[in-house]
């Protein structure tokens, strides 16, 4: 998929685009709504399947998903809100009291789920139609689920093939087995050669050891600088997240299980490696407690461009060599999704030492300590011991204190008004609190921050300063074909012209701003 990403535009009137989850977010005149962006795809945190069907695709994701970066802009191409005309009921015509009863014996009927045949027909004839396309397309196909009295259909899909012959299988629809089929991870059978490392079993970079405390974990086997890339692997299973709207959870586990079955031999090994934390008594559960424990959170509106309005399907998604990584509230490492190679990338995102442990992590870093120590409890029953859970009471309670100030400036510079109390000093600001917390995979946050409040006094040197470095950070959080970086390009090499500029002196001009490339000159 491509990266999540919602950012940097303004507008003089209302305006709206959808979030990273592909939700309409109003952001009325430039009154900008600190949301969590997830410019990759959030560790799940999930430790029930019952959650899953919680929630919904029409509203935002639950507090309980960790996500990994927040960007307080949206794209470029935003457009006005547009609220559909809603349609007026039909009036009834009463034409006799025959017609009447039959009108309510219908509708006792529909609510019982047997309404008239034909519509469910040609319901089920499609459904049908998708399950053969996806036969052909799929290499295996096999044992498929869901309520009887509904046409949906939740089937396995597996494909041993797929990525040079390291496989791949998926549960979900025949319609969607069809939609992600025609991928380019799929239909460029070659793709995944273009991979750095792909799938690397082994590495000079990194290897797998036992960690204190933590079991087995990801460990540096020499210096690695920041932005070096680490690992690139693509996944051993993907769940659809709406099975378990229409698909009992013993079923699900018994197809999880198959599914598991039908990867290629050397990547099921590394699968049945991973951790359940807590064991299991029987190979199903196994297989069921890895996926809970270790997935990853993909959505496929990133897999495949969609018609608009068209339904977006979520992936509980497993990356096995990913999944080695162990959580820190201070990680060193983050990751993105491509859609087009189907693989998970891995990057650092400070310079890390041959020794040193290679961690990412597992739930919101803008949290107070206690905060976080309770979401990791309750979802992978574990006492976080990294060094910012760790401290003596008056260090943790000045990290705390710090992330407070993180949130309230952010509200400040998310304030476009006339009334908005922003700076440039103010966005320093963040950029220090930001350092000082250690928050290296959100650093790209704060010098986007930066980057827009410079630009919006004038000071373009400054600006185009902080928006190189953006863009350096953004590459290793949300890939190098992230929307973000093309908008902090665009400021980058032309402020004069961005949307931003002077946006906070909106009666005073900059002295002359000289691109070498594009000379541009501004009034003083």
Not at 19 to 38: A, H, K, P
């Amino acid at each position: 998929m491509k990266s999540q990403q919602i950012l940097l535009a303004c507008a003089t009137g209302g305006v709206a685009a959808k979030n990273s989850l592909g939700y309409m977010v109003d952001y009325g005149r430039c009154q900008w709504e600190n949301f969590l962006g997830n410019f990759e795809n959030p560790f799940c945190e999930y430790d029930d399947p019952s959650a899953f069907a919680q929630v919904s695709v029409a509203e935002p994701k639950s507090e309980r998903t960790a996500h990994a970066v927040e960007t307080p802009f949206i794209s470029s191409d935003a457009q006005p809100v547009k609220v559909a005309a809603q349609k007026p009921a039909e009036p009834v015509v009463e034409k006799n009291k025959v017609k009447e009863e039959k009108g309510k014996e219908k509708e006792a009927k529909e609510e019982e789920g047997a309404a008239d045949p034909k519509p469910r027909k040609a319901e089920a004839l499609k459904i049908k139609n998708d399950k053969l396309i996806a036969n052909e397309l799929w290499p295996i196909s096999s044992t498929c689920a869901g309520h009887h009295n509904e046409t949906e259909e939740f089937c396995i899909f597996s494909n041993p093939n797929f990525a040079g012959g390291r496989g791949i299988t998926i549960l979900t629809t025949p319609a969607e087995a069809v939609t992600i089929a025609k991928s380019p991870a799929f239909t460029e059978r070659d793709l995944y050669k273009s991979v750095k490392d792909f799938n690397a079993a082994a590495s000079d970079k990194w290897h797998v050891e036992e960690v204190p405390n933590k079991g087995m974990g990801l460990v540096a086997s020499r210096n690695l600088a920041m932005g070096d890339h680490i690992m690139s692997v693509s996944a051993a299973i993907m769940t659809d997240f709406d099975i378990w709207d229409h698909v009992s959870v013993d079923q699900v586990r018994r197809m999880q299980t198959e599914g598991i079955s039908h990867l290629p031999k050397h990547h099921r090994d590394i699968f049945m490696n991973l951790s359940t934390h807590d064991g299991a008594d029987s190979h199903e559960e196994q297989i069921y407690k890895i996926i809970l424990t270790n997935a990853f959170d993909i959505s496929d509106e990133e897999i495949i461009t969609r018609p608009k309005g068209a339904k977006i399907v979520n992936f509980f998604t497993v990356f096995p060599e990913v999944s080695r990584m162990n959580h820190d509230c201070r990680p060193n490492a983050h990751y993105y999704w491509d859609p087009d190679t189907f693989t998970q990338n891995v990057f650092a995102t400070r310079d890390i030492l041959a020794g040193e442990e290679i961690t990412i992590t597992y739930v919101e870093l803008l949290l107070p300590r206690d905060d976080r120590l309770a979401r990791l409890d309750e979802t992978w029953h574990f006492p976080c011991a990294c060094t910012a859970c760790t401290q003596v009471d008056r260090i943790v309670k000045a990290s705390d204190d710090r992330i407070a100030q993180i949130l309230d400036l952010q509200g400040h510079l998310t304030d476009y008004t006339g009334d908005s109390y922003a700076t440039p000093e103010m966005a320093e600001t963040l950029v220090s609190l930001y350092e000082q917390e250690r928050l290296y995979s959100r650093l790209y946050e704060a010098y986007t921050y930066a980057a827009i409040e410079f630009n919006a006094v004038g000071k373009v040197w400054e600006a185009i300063k902080y928006a190189r470095l953006a863009i350096q950070h953004s590459f290793v959080v949300a890939g190098p074909n992230n929307d973000d970086h093309y908008e902090l390009a665009a400021l980058a090499e032309n402020p004069t012209t961005h949307w931003s500029h002077l946006m906070r002196r909106k009666d005073e001009s900059e002295s002359v701003y000289r691109s070498v490339s594009n000379p541009i000159t501004t009034s003083i």
